[in-house]
């Protein structure tokens, strides 16, 4: 079996990928606790993710992905990775990194500070020395990047992988995973500023188990703008299939901008393509919104936005699914990993008891067909 794993972080992301080979793989770090505020509920992100290593015996992630360079999916990375462009970053308690993969943004971003310029170091770094990095989509700008540094596409094409594209390295029947990239896509890129959120990365994953496969969204910070390219594109390839969803990772801890540029009054009604992607959810999905817990109201900063959350209910509700909020599971005065466990019978999220102590998993029926 594999498992997928969302850690209760607020406002701000990491999802972590254990393949039953054994492989390990991040999408996204952020750790935001603040140690010094005892009423501080988010998880210790760091010390999770060491003793989960050490259990493994291991020291390092196979790939670690960051979707974008926005703080609430890399803060404190560059204190928990161990870094190659720069020896201050190197001591023997850093994680290392075996692959990283990062949007093209990334990379040619201009005016960046803090841990998004840190990051484009090592990225720039990996990618001029032509290993250890994956990076997606050419727009023109990387193009012109890799000129300035003696560079050109076509001396780096076996890192750089297109929107529409498998990600080489994995696949279903070595590994039990693949992954399809949706976007970012070169033309979105080129001839203006970057923007993180349009510009992030975003994948199917494709779990394989005995021949039974589950399928997961990864979507970062998305709009609904960009979902309706990914849409409009996957039908005109007629690649619908590659929409298809028992897991979905809701865009942006739950913002209305990625259903519709209209908040509504107590729902948000999606834009049409947007409806038709939350369409595609199997029987069973779970819907994982990365957020604070959704408010009540409209008074305090957000997201998340309770409009959007009640439509994301409504969908789960429909297909006799789960919403899951990270910062609510298992219960909001006490919030802990929220694992996904992936099998032959499908998704299934971890029932934790409280009490013993112990986890127990739900057991599935067999599957529509099977």
């Known amino acids: 079996m594999h498992k997928m794993t969302f850690y209760p972080l607020g406002k701000a992301d990491c999802c972590k990928i254990d393949l039953a ?13 603040d140690d010094e505020d005892e009423k501080d509920l988010r998880i210790d992100l ?49 994680i290392k990194i075996k692959d990283l993969w990062v949007p093209a943004a990334i990379i040619t971003e201009e005016g960046v500070d803090d841990e998004a310029r840190i990051l484009r170091a090592e990225a720039q770094h990996r990618l001029r020395k032509g290993k250890g990095i994956r990076v ?16 050109t596409i076509e001396d780096r094409t076996n890192l750089i992988t297109d929107a529409g594209k498998i990600i080489p390295g994995f696949d279903k029947i070595t590994d039990g995973i693949e992954f399809f990239v949706h976007s970012p ?43 309706t390219d990914i849409v409009n594109i996957s039908k005109f390839h007629k690649r619908e299939d590659r929409l298809k969803w028992d897991i979905y990772d809701i ?65 789960a509700e429909k297909i006799d699914g789960e919403f899951k909020v990270t910062m609510d599971h298992p219960k909001p005065s006490k919030p802990g990993p929220l694992v996904i466990i992936i099998d032959k019978w499908g998704a299934t999220i971890e029932k934790i008891i409280f009490g013993g102590g112990s986890i127990a998993v739900n057991s599935h029926p067999p599957r529509a067909g099977k």
């Open 251 to 315: 865009p942006h801890h739950c913002s209305y901008l990625a259903l519709s540029s209209d908040k509504g009054k107590d729902k948000t009604d999606p834009v049409a393509a947007v409806k038709w992607l939350l369409s595609q959810g199997s029987m069973k999905g779970k819907l994982i919104s990365c957020s604070d817990l959704i408010p009540t109201d409209d008074e305090n900063a957000q997201p998340p936005h309770r409009q959007a959350a009640n439509y994301y209910r409504e969908v």
């Open 46 to 94: 760091s010390k999770v993710l060491k003793d989960d290593l050490k259990d493994a015996k291991r020291y390092d992630f196979d790939v670690v992905a960051f979707t974008h360079a926005d703080d609430d999916h890399i803060h404190g990375f560059s204190e928990f990775f161990y870094l190659e462009h720069a020896k201050k970053y190197q001591d023997e308690d850093r």
């Open 136 to 151: 997606f989509s050419r727009p023109d700008r990387l193009k012109d990047w890799l000129k300035d540094n003696r560079l």
């Open 21 to 33: 080979n054994g492989k390990k793989l991040l999408f996204d770090y952020a750790d935001m606790r």
């Open 185 to 227: 896509f070169a033309f979105r890129m080129e001839d203006r500023l970057e923007d993180r959120n349009e510009d992030s990365l975003i994948v199917q994953a494709t779990f394989n188990v005995d021949g039974s496969e589950t399928r997961a969204l990864i979507i970062g910070d998305s709009t609904h703008e960009v979902l």
